[in-house]
């Protein structure tokens, strides 16, 4: 079988900046997934990975069941959807960039990066010949109305009360295709930990050293999955066909809080992490709206998920973060 990922790009065309990880916004970083999926054998091999928009020689290194080959979104545009079995879209600007303003410009291009990218799938797929069996779309739970309280599964209602969750369900109502024959599929994803990327990436340094500790209060729930769970789960959505709609990609573990988190970190580390992050300085760094991703969480469940039949391989945060770090 075959399968297509899109991703990055390097040219002008949109998506142009690969997405990364954050604590605040699961984006998912298409090379740091990617290695991930490379290295969990398909249960049904018998194919090949497709990557668009990532130059082969970045990514082959540590690919071993999946062979991979680069194209660019203007090709795509132009010459449609290549034969495959299922496609996956990880396009996306990462939000929480903090070396750009949270101004109008930005907001535009982390719009174009998610929507139009979107949109030129779903056409491509519309128009192919032989269209794919499968096409997954990975948002994030930013769907969510953060809430002290309240419980999100994949019924939840949301995506209409700011920036980010009308954002999501922009994104959604873009991949979504007419009729029955391809099977769709949403994965919401939370906070990916995984070695050498992502939210642990930008955090082992100030942990290290002892200087980590929650952001702002710390009570704000901390949504989070382990890469290869996250992996695990876009080759379940790509396999099992009996897979469709709205995946939740969080661990099933019991909810945890962004104090938690950042104690759970420091005792993997063998520091302390006491030392908070000032809500002030979130929000100078990222501005107000952005900096609420980050001081602000949903306590999110995968009930659908787990009823799909995934097995997590990483469900509670101790292991995970042992493993993440080891």
């Known amino acids: 079988m075959t399968y297509t990922a899109f991703s990055k790009n390097s040219s002008g065309s949109p998506g142009r900046t690969t997405p990364s990880l954050s604590p605040a916004h699961p984006a998912i970083g298409a090379r740091f997934l990617k290695d991930a999926c490379a290295q969990r054998p398909l249960p049904r091999l018998g194919g090949r990975f497709q990557d668009w928009g990532i130059p082969p020689q970045l990514l082959r290194r540590r690919v071993r069941s999946w062979s991979l080959c680069g194209c660019l979104w203007d090709e795509l545009a132009k010459s449609g959807l290549p034969g495959c079995d299922a496609a996956v879209n990880l396009a996306g600007e990462n939000i929480l960039n903090p070396l750009r ?7 535009k291009e982390v719009l174009s990066s998610r929507l139009e990218t979107t ?8 128009k192919a010949s032989q269209p794919p069996k499968a096409w997954v779309l990975v948002t994030g739970v930013a ?12 019924d939840s209602p949301g995506g209409d009360f700011d920036f980010f969750s009308n954002l999501v369900t922009k994104w959604e109502a873009a991949a979504r295709l007419p009729g029955e024959s391809t099977r769709q599929v949403v994965v919401r ?3 990916v930990l ?7 990436g930008q955090m082992l340094l100030p942990f290290r050293l002892g200087l980590g500790g929650p952001i702002g209060s710390g009570h704000q729930f901390f949504p989070w999955i382990h890469i290869g769970d996250l992996a695990g789960i876009l080759v379940h959505a790509l396999e099992a066909s009996h897979v469709q709609g709205v995946l939740n990609g969080v661990a099933p573990a019991p909810t945890t809080t962004n104090a938690e988190f950042a104690k759970a970190l420091g005792a993997a580390l063998g520091r302390p992490a006491f030392i908070p992050l000032p809500s002030m300085v979130v929000q100078a760094v990222f501005g107000r709206e952005r900096a609420i991703m980050l001081l602000e969480g949903q306590k999110v469940v995968p009930r659908r998920t787990l009823a799909s039949g995934y097995q997590y391989s990483f469900p509670e945060l101790g292991v995970a973060l042992k493993e993440v770090v080891a």
């Open 119 to 126: 949109k030129i799938l779903a056409k491509a797929i519309i």
């Open 189 to 191: 994803s939370g906070v």
């Open 143 to 154: 769907y969510y109305q953060p809430s002290p309280t309240a419980e999100y599964d994949e």
């Open 194 to 200: 995984g070695r050498g990327g992502g939210a642990i």
């Open 101 to 107: 303003r949270w101004n109008e410009s930005f907001q």
